[in-house]
């Protein structure tokens, strides 16, 4: 495969074709005898009732006829021992069927009576109801987007169905009848969903230790039925289904058939998800197989779907619009006054100096009376402008600032030689509104490096409850093909079993976003003039902006599994005669496992547009050239409304999102400025302009020379450039691709003892797994782009990194003996149970900074409790007690990617400096020494060369900086121009990835944390009457992390910071004339070390967005007689604790320095959170075997759009927020026969 595509074939399952193919059905299924509806029994049931003996596991068919019986396999669940919201069977405790009191393991099972009452169809709308579970998105519980400095919002656009989270820890697996899953799940084909709370290696070795979220796929049954269901729902969605059963030779063959079309509408408009699905089983057991003691079941299932969606989003955008409008100034942490912006525009020409006589000069400088701690510079990369909202085109031409892309290398020195530099142009590009921790950290603000971006608060300004602000600009796509096959036979009345299954995935998503960088961030134009110096007609008008180098990704999996199970069952009794022994001695069930797992993924990312390289001949003086780097990527500003120049204040401004698809039209032109010398070069010519004669700079008011003068060269010209576009040019705008290949090879053993007429039930599992990973990343061209033609962008033979492991678990269900039990009051019952059982995870290609194997993260599960039941089982409390832990997990460090970049910057500076030091003429001037401007020249003092030389002496004899792992591990191995090469340092390619070399950081990098979670966990079911179900848990959680970034990471970072407080730590920037910019002060110290310093206090402290208490309660209740009959109505209601968002910060002396730390023992507290949903309906039989159900459900009936806090600033002021949504609406009709 070359290049990921996305199929845009797809299942168009109209309303209409559901009803058609349900009226092809009508007919027959009307006039059927043969399947009367269910008809519930009331009469109470044992507390704990024995599984079916495997002799004898049977249903009794439809018509009830005593000779009609259906033969169970114990691979499958007991199908009619469902109660309502209670299950009694599960495959979960050992693989093969078990009564759910008998497992000690935390286990939820959510029946299909829950789905249809409480109207769930998926995480989103289950998650919130469950125990100790978590869902992010507009109607979840939790944001999920992570706890930096900024809060992104990527993962959970492009997969809102992940952003799950169990006991606090992290989230959990998806599964599908047990197999490892992407496909998200649907209520439309599930049965069942069990939410499996903690590790257990007998079910997955290899995983989440946080637990699973399996759904248990509908089957084919001897029995025809089938549903046909409409719903309508708030703003205009839609979502049809069928479900239709036929048995085509009665109790040997059967066919199931599910479709899905879920068109979903949000407030935020045009979010959107439209959701298409088919779904086929097929039941077999051949007759002339199942005779005397054996049996044999096969069965085989087959699903295609696609989604496509523009999901809503769950954070408002960033706030860099309302420091606009702050007037007078602020006092800093040492006292002194800084200004605000106080309404001002800016010229970013005079920005970098000051001049008394100037004004608002100086307003970068430090130093000015004019300076403006809310200000930095935009981003690298040209402009491009879209003047309106629903403009899909852009306005005019690009602009290229001029410090990257003004082609100074032809400027010339006094002396008439090239100097790469023309001093009397701007040195700087268009200015923004800074971020809040980057105005804190310039304004010296207390605590500075601990603020974060601010959400925007106020829907006045831009209503980010109803309007999508990227508009339909970003797109998710999936499509998927699932294939599952089981064939079982079991022997000698069910003792002796053995079953083949084999699984194969294949899924396939893509998304384009060109915001997914981006912060999306309202602000202001504050520039008076365009790069060109023509006035910015724009000035003072809001707009979002991003980088055309973000665009989006894709990803192809196909996923493969083999499995053998077998169990074999062992009675005392039939080896012994029976007695007292036999009793004790009980029954023993011993099932094992082999399975055989082929992953393969294929993972691609892309920019979202960029210029077509130019060439030689188009673009001599390479303004634009051939890599794709900030040369050919650009920033796109979309403008949302008119100037705020005449008000005071920002509410009511009532801004614009994006309504139409914004992309620069395919041919365009980039204003840059040609830097060739366009004065005669002969002394004896007219007009001749000697370089070295004296000039008036009239920028900067100093005495300079001609050389300096930009009205000598060529000036501003238009560059017709091209655009690409990521859904036409995505080849070319590739920017990596990533193979993938885990085998992992699987062996299971348990062992389940039931003792002493089933009192004592002990489990014991033992699980063998190795794991494989193979990996391959596609080499970079000329062009910057990757080549997955390439015919080296193959797995390797040999794999990178091998894991084996070794996990067990135990559990231990104790009942109350009938001798004890008999002095209960009737009908109740009490068991307890200990659980312990450990899992890890593979985690394919997760390596340290220098590119080295992370061992697999590893989870353990300690649960035990009671559980308590009466009514004869009616009613159950279930008390658990855990500990989960989890070790090894990935964490993101701040800026991680700074850390390795800062070593190729400061490599790169100290070899320009060293160039200097040479005294060739060619590396004369500030760009490669240290020194001072006087009056337009460059000057250097003795004690400037001795102060260049010890910090280039310093950085280049650094073994730490010049360490060929770290090189090699970051893709710029040594004898090539992407290592430590004279054509890295010549070109100034400061990044890994500049200039088209290819550079990046190691894929899968990332550092690791622990975390442990403890509690107890409440979980309450009741049906009082046949017709009335409750449901009621409660979870206590604590979950803390430790060892943040510890291991590889911190040895790195440590040994890093060393050499930065070393001389090394003095070496300047690209500038020698600016003795107050290094590396050091302006990377390294603001935006890595002191954030890491900032994490490494955070060991020991809850995990983010942690709630220490969640409640939840479901209940229906039907009417079964009087006027009334076929009414039913219920609710839930869902209650959060308050919650931690942050840590004041404060100062503490740490052997013997002031040091910045955190109150961990005081967190800043959000709000607690409840939601009530409501539901209404009715039920009416219309004819023998026809039955009509209408429902109404409204969710968050007494709620409203809100925001919640998610973060702190250091003084406790919320940060960042996210959505939470209002009222919504669905009306469910539906014929089941």
Same mark, same amino acid.
Do not use: C
């Given at each position: 495969?070359?290049?990921?595509?996305?199929?845009?074939?797809?299942?168009?399952?109209?309303?209409?074709?559901?009803?058609?193919?349900?009226?092809?059905?009508?007919?027959?299924?009307?006039?059927?005898?043969?399947?009367?509806?269910?008809?519930?029994?009331?009469?109470?049931?044992?507390?704990?009732?024995?599984?079916?003996?495997?002799?004898?596991?049977?249903?009794?068919?439809?018509?009830?006829?005593?000779?009609?019986?259906?033969?169970?396999?114990?691979?499958?669940?007991?199908?009619?021992?469902?109660?309502?919201?209670?299950?009694?069977?599960?495959?979960?405790?050992?693989?093969?069927?078990?009564?759910?009191?008998?497992?000690?393991?935390?286990?939820?099972?959510?029946?299909?009576?829950?789905?249809?009452?409480?109207?769930?169809?998926?995480?989103?709308?289950?998650?919130?109801?469950?125990?100790?579970?978590?869902?992010?998105?507009?109607?979840?519980?939790?944001?999920?987007?992570?706890?930096?400095?900024?809060?992104?919002?990527?993962?959970?656009?492009?997969?809102?169905?992940?952003?799950?989270?169990?006991?606090?820890?992290?989230?959990?697996?998806?599964?599908?009848?047990?197999?490892?899953?992407?496909?998200?799940?649907?209520?439309?084909?599930?049965?069942?969903?069990?939410?499996?709370?903690?590790?257990?290696?007998?079910? =997955?070795?290899?995983? $989440?230790?946080?637990?699973?979220?399996?759904?248990?796929?509908?089957?084919?049954?001897?029995?025809?039925?089938?549903?046909?269901?409409?719903?309508?729902?708030?703003?205009?969605?839609?979502?049809?289904?069928?479900?239709?059963?036929?048995?085509?030779?009665?109790?040997?063959?059967?066919?199931?058939?599910?479709?899905?079309?879920?068109?979903?509408?949000?407030?935020?408009?045009?979010?959107?998800?439209?959701?298409?699905?088919?779904?086929?089983?097929?039941?077999?057991?051949?007759?002339?197989?199942?005779?005397?003691?054996?049996?044999?079941?096969?069965?085989?299932?087959?699903?295609?779907?696609?989604?496509?969606?523009?999901?809503? @989003?769950?954070?408002?955008?960033?706030?860099?619009?309302?420091?606009?409008?702050?007037? #007078?100034?602020?006092?800093? !942490?040492?006292?002194?006054?800084?200004?605000?912006?106080?309404?001002?525009?800016?010229?970013?020409?005079?920005?970098?100096?000051?001049?008394?006589?100037?004004?608002?000069?100086?307003?970068?400088?430090?130093?000015?009376?004019?300076?403006?701690?809310?200000?930095?510079?935009?981003?690298?990369?040209?402009?491009?402008?879209?003047?309106?909202?629903?403009?899909?085109?852009?306005?005019?031409?690009?602009?290229?600032?001029?410090?990257?892309?003004?082609?100074?290398?032809?400027?010339?020195?006094?002396?008439?030689?090239?100097?790469?530099?023309?001093?009397?142009?701007?040195?700087?590009?268009?200015?923004?509104?800074?971020?809040?921790?980057?105005?804190?950290?310039?304004?010296?603000?207390?605590?500075?490096?601990?603020?974060?971006?601010?959400?925007?608060?106020?829907?006045?300004?831009?209503?980010?409850?109803?309007?999508?602000?990227?508009?339909?600009?970003?797109?998710?796509?999936?499509?998927?093909?699932?294939?599952?096959?089981?064939?079982?036979?079991?022997?000698?009345?069910?003792?002796?079993?053995?079953?083949?299954?084999?699984?194969?995935?294949?899924?396939?998503?893509?998304?384009?976003?060109?915001?997914? #960088?981006?912060?999306?961030?309202?602000?202001?134009?504050?520039?008076?003039?365009?790069?060109?110096?023509?006035?910015?007609?724009?000035?003072?008008?809001?707009?979002?902006?991003?980088?055309?180098? /973000?665009?989006?990704?894709?990803?192809?999996?196909?996923?493969?599994?083999?499995?053998?199970?077998?169990?074999?069952?062992?009675?005392?009794?039939?080896?012994?005669?029976?007695?007292?022994?036999?009793?004790?001695?009980?029954?023993?069930?011993?099932?094992?496992?082999?399975?055989?797992?082929?992953?393969?993924?294929?993972?691609?990312?892309?920019?979202?547009?960029?210029?077509?390289?130019?060439?030689?001949?188009?673009?001599?003086?390479? !303004?634009?050239?051939?890599?794709?780097?900030? /040369?050919?990527?650009?920033?796109?500003?979309?403008?949302?409304?008119?100037?705020?120049?005449?008000?005071?204040?920002?509410?009511?401004?009532?801004?614009?999102?994006?309504?139409?698809?914004?992309?620069?039209? $395919?041919?365009?032109?980039?204003?840059?400025?040609?830097?060739?010398?366009?004065?005669?070069?002969?002394?004896?010519?007219?007009?001749?302009?000697?370089?070295?004669?004296?000039?008036?700079?009239?920028?900067?008011?100093?005495?300079?020379?001609?050389?300096?003068?930009?009205?000598?060269?060529?000036?501003?010209?238009?560059?017709?450039?091209?655009?690409?576009?990521?859904?036409?040019?995505?080849?070319?705008?590739?920017?990596?691709?990533?193979?993938?290949?885990?085998?992992?090879?699987?062996?299971?053993? !348990?062992?389940?003892?039931?003792?002493?007429?089933?009192?004592?039930?002990?489990?014991?599992?033992?699980?063998?797994?190795?794991?494989?990973?193979?990996?391959?990343?596609?080499?970079?061209?000329?062009?910057?782009?990757?080549?997955?033609?390439?015919?080296?962008?193959?797995?390797?033979?040999?794999?990178?990194?091998?894991?084996?492991?070794?996990?067990?678990?135990? $559990?231990?269900?104790?009942?109350?003996?009938?001798?004890?039990?008999?002095?209960?009051?009737?009908?109740?019952?009490?068991?307890?149970?200990?659980?312990?059982?450990?899992?890890?995870?593979?985690?394919?290609?997760?390596?340290?900074?220098?590119?080295?194997?992370?061992?697999?993260?590893?989870?353990?599960?300690?649960?035990?409790?009671?559980?308590?039941?009466?009514?004869?089982?009616?009613?159950?409390?279930?008390?658990?007690?855990?500990?989960?832990?989890?070790?090894?997990?990935?964490?993101?460090?701040?800026?991680?990617?700074?850390?390795?970049?800062?070593?190729? @910057?400061?490599?790169?500076?100290?070899?320009?400096?060293?160039?200097?030091?040479?005294?060739?003429?060619?590396?004369?001037?500030?760009?490669?020494?240290?020194?001072?401007?006087?009056?337009?020249?460059?000057?250097?003092?003795?004690?400037?060369?001795?102060?260049?030389?010890?910090?280039?002496?310093?950085?280049?004899?650094?073994?730490?900086?010049?360490?060929?792992?770290?090189?090699?591990?970051?893709?710029?191995?040594?004898?090539?121009?992407?290592?430590?090469?004279?054509?890295?340092?010549?070109?100034?390619?400061?990044?890994?990835?500049?200039?088209?070399?290819?550079?990046? =950081?190691?894929?899968?990098?990332?550092?690791?944390?622990?975390?442990?979670?403890?509690?107890?966990?409440?979980?309450?079911?009741?049906?009082?009457?046949?017709?009335?179900?409750?449901?009621?848990?409660?979870?206590?959680?604590?979950?803390?992390?430790?060892?943040?970034?510890?291991?590889?990471?911190?040895?790195?970072?440590?040994?890093?910071?060393?050499?930065?407080?070393?001389?090394?730590?003095?070496?300047?920037?690209?500038?020698?004339?600016?003795?107050?910019?290094?590396?050091?002060?302006?990377?390294?110290?603001?935006?890595?070390?002191?954030?890491?310093?900032?994490?490494?206090?955070?060991?020991?402290?809850?995990?983010?967005?942690?709630?220490?208490?969640?409640?939840?309660?479901?209940?229906?209740?039907?009417?079964?007689?009087?006027?009334?009959?076929?009414?039913?109505?219920?609710?839930?209601?869902?209650?959060?604790?308050?919650?931690?968002?942050?840590?004041?910060?404060?100062?503490?002396?740490?052997?013997?320095?002031?040091?910045?730390?955190?109150?961990?023992?005081?967190?800043?507290?959000?709000?607690?959170?409840?939601?009530?949903?409501?539901?209404?309906? /009715?039920?009416?039989?219309?004819?023998?075997?026809?039955?009509?159900?209408?429902?109404?459900?409204?969710?968050?009936?007494?709620?409203?759009?809100?925001?919640?806090?998610?973060?702190?600033?250091?003084?406790?002021?919320?940060?960042?927020?996210?959505?939470?949504?209002?009222?919504?609406?669905?009306?469910?009709?539906?014929? $089941? =026969?």
């Amino acid at each position: 495969m070359t290049t990921l595509t996305f199929s845009k074939s797809r299942l168009r399952l109209s309303a209409g074709a559901l009803l058609a193919i349900g009226a092809l059905a009508f007919p027959a299924l009307a006039q059927s005898t043969d399947s009367p509806p269910p008809n519930p029994s009331g009469q109470p049931q044992p507390a704990k009732k024995k599984i079916p003996t495997r002799e004898e596991v049977a249903v009794k068919a439809g018509d009830e006829k005593k000779d009609d019986i259906v033969v169970l396999s114990p691979f499958s669940v007991v199908e009619d021992a469902k109660d309502g919201y209670q299950a009694k069977t599960t495959l979960a405790g050992t693989r093969i069927r078990t009564n759910v009191n008998d497992i000690g393991s935390a286990l939820q099972i959510v029946t299909s009576q829950f789905l249809k009452d409480t109207g769930a169809t998926n995480n989103q709308s289950l998650l919130t109801m469950t125990t100790g579970t978590e869902i992010g998105g507009l109607y979840g519980n939790w944001g999920g987007n992570g706890a930096g400095q900024t809060v992104y919002q990527t993962d959970t656009l492009r997969r809102p169905d992940l952003s799950t989270r169990i006991r606090g820890l992290s989230s959990a697996d998806n599964t599908r009848d047990y197999e490892t899953s992407d496909i998200p799940w649907d209520a439309y084909n599930s049965d069942t969903i069990e939410i499996q709370r903690g590790a257990n290696s007998i079910l =997955f070795g290899l995983g $989440s230790p946080s637990g699973l979220i399996n759904a248990s796929l509908k089957q084919a049954t001897f029995k025809d039925s089938g549903e046909i269901t409409a719903r309508y729902g708030s703003y205009n969605s839609y979502r049809g289904t069928l479900d239709l059963n036929r048995v085509l030779v009665k109790d040997q063959l059967a066919l199931r058939l599910d479709l899905l079309k879920d068109d979903q509408k949000f407030e935020q408009k045009p979010a959107y998800s439209d959701d298409r699905r088919l779904y086929a089983a097929m039941r077999y057991e051949p007759k002339f197989l199942n005779m005397g003691s054996a049996h044999t079941t096969l069965k085989v299932s087959f699903e295609t779907g696609s989604q496509d969606s523009t999901n809503p @989003r769950t954070l408002p955008p960033t706030d860099r619009i309302t420091d606009w409008f702050k007037t #007078g100034t602020t006092t800093n !942490v040492a006292g002194a006054q800084v200004n605000n912006l106080n309404r001002q525009f800016f010229d970013f020409t005079t920005a970098p100096f000051y001049l008394a006589n100037v004004a608002g000069s100086g307003s970068t400088v430090s130093t000015s009376p004019n300076y403006q701690p809310n200000l930095t510079g935009l981003y690298q990369g040209s402009y491009a402008y879209f003047n309106q909202p629903n403009s899909s085109t852009g306005a005019g031409s690009f602009y290229a600032p001029a410090q990257y892309y003004m082609g100074q290398q032809h400027g010339l020195a006094p002396s008439g030689v090239v100097d790469g530099s023309i001093t009397g142009s701007p040195t700087n590009g268009l200015l923004v509104i800074a971020p809040t921790q980057t105005w804190a950290i310039q304004a010296g603000m207390p605590f500075a490096n601990s603020y974060r971006q601010r959400s925007l608060t106020d829907p006045s300004i831009f209503d980010f409850y109803h309007k999508l602000i990227d508009g339909p600009n970003r797109q998710e796509e999936q499509d998927f093909h699932a294939l599952n096959a089981h064939l079982s036979q079991t022997f000698l009345n069910n003792h002796l079993g053995l079953e083949g299954s084999y699984d194969r995935q294949r899924y396939i998503e893509a998304n384009y976003d060109p915001y997914a #960088g981006s912060d999306l961030a309202i602000t202001l134009d504050i520039n008076k003039t365009l790069p060109d110096g023509t006035p910015n007609p724009n000035v003072g008008r809001p707009y979002v902006a991003t980088s055309s180098y /973000y665009g989006g990704g894709g990803r192809q999996t196909t996923r493969e599994s083999q499995r053998l199970t077998g169990f074999a069952e062992i009675k005392a009794d039939d080896v012994i005669a029976k007695s007292w022994i036999t009793k004790l001695l009980g029954r023993h069930v011993v099932t094992g496992v082999l399975n055989n797992i082929d992953n393969h993924s294929d993972a691609q990312n892309w920019a979202a547009n960029a210029f077509a390289p130019l060439g030689s001949t188009a673009d001599p003086d390479g !303004v634009v050239g051939t890599a794709l780097d900030p /040369y050919r990527w650009y920033q796109q500003i979309s403008y949302l409304g008119g100037s705020a120049a005449s008000l005071t204040s920002p509410s009511g401004m009532n801004l614009s999102n994006i309504t139409a698809t914004q992309r620069p039209a $395919s041919t365009n032109t980039l204003r840059v400025f040609d830097s060739r010398w366009n004065q005669p070069t002969n002394p004896a010519a007219a007009g001749y302009v000697d370089p070295g004669a004296p000039w008036n700079d009239p920028l900067h008011q100093t005495v300079s020379t001609q050389s300096e003068n930009p009205s000598n060269y060529v000036g501003w010209v238009n560059l017709p450039v091209q655009t690409l576009y990521s859904n036409s040019d995505k080849q070319q705008l590739q920017t990596s691709a990533i193979k993938r290949r885990d085998l992992i090879s699987s062996k299971v053993l !348990v062992w389940q003892g039931y003792f002493w007429d089933d009192v004592i039930v002990a489990t014991l599992g033992y699980r063998r797994d190795t794991a494989k990973s193979y990996t391959a990343s596609a080499p970079s061209t000329p062009y910057g782009n990757v080549d997955t033609n390439a015919p080296g962008f193959v797995l390797p033979a040999n794999p990178f990194n091998t894991v084996t492991g070794t996990t067990k678990s135990y $559990s231990v269900v104790g009942h109350t003996p009938v001798f004890i039990k008999k002095y209960y009051p009737a009908g109740t019952d009490l068991s307890v149970f200990i659980n312990r059982s450990k899992n890890f995870e593979p985690s394919s290609g997760r390596v340290d900074m220098l590119a080295q194997p992370i061992a697999a993260p590893s989870g353990s599960t300690k649960d035990y409790g009671v559980t308590v039941s009466a009514l004869d089982g009616r009613v159950s409390l279930k008390v658990t007690k855990f500990t989960t832990k989890a070790s090894g997990a990935s964490y993101g460090v701040t800026n991680m990617w700074l850390a390795g970049s800062v070593i190729v @910057r400061s490599w790169v500076t100290a070899k320009r400096y060293q160039a200097g030091l040479t005294g060739d003429p060619q590396y004369a001037g500030p760009n490669y020494n240290y020194g001072s401007m006087v009056n337009g020249v460059f000057v250097q003092t003795a004690q400037d060369r001795a102060d260049q030389q010890a910090a280039v002496n310093a950085t280049l004899s650094s073994p730490f900086i010049t360490d060929q792992k770290f090189w090699s591990a970051w893709n710029m191995p040594a004898g090539t121009n992407a290592g430590m090469s004279d054509y890295r340092w010549q070109n100034n390619d400061i990044e890994p990835w500049t200039g088209g070399l290819g550079g990046i =950081f190691p894929d899968g990098m990332t550092a690791t944390s622990d975390n442990v979670s403890n509690g107890y966990e409440f979980e309450f079911n009741a049906k009082p009457t046949q017709n009335w179900d409750i449901t009621i848990n409660a979870a206590k959680t604590k979950a803390v992390q430790t060892n943040i970034a510890g291991g590889s990471t911190l040895a790195f970072l440590t040994a890093e910071n060393a050499f930065f407080n070393s001389a090394g730590g003095s070496l300047l920037r690209a500038n020698g004339a600016d003795p107050t910019s290094t590396w050091k002060k302006v990377n390294w110290d603001p935006y890595v070390w002191t954030p890491f310093q900032l994490s490494q206090l955070l060991n020991g402290t809850n995990n983010a967005e942690l709630r220490p208490w969640r409640f939840n309660l479901i209940t229906n209740y039907r009417l079964i007689a009087g006027i009334l009959n076929g009414v039913n109505f219920g609710g839930s209601y869902q209650w959060q604790d308050k919650i931690a968002i942050g840590y004041p910060s404060v100062y503490k002396t740490i052997n013997g320095v002031k040091s910045e730390t955190f109150d961990v023992d005081h967190p800043f507290w959000g709000p607690t959170e409840s939601s009530v949903s409501l539901w209404v309906g /009715y039920t009416r039989k219309l004819s023998s075997g026809v039955t009509w159900n209408i429902q109404l459900n409204v969710n968050n009936a007494l709620g409203k759009d809100k925001l919640i806090p998610i973060n702190t600033q250091p003084d406790g002021t919320p940060a960042a927020y996210r959505i939470a949504a209002g009222p919504s609406a669905n009306l469910t009709t539906s014929l $089941s =026969f």
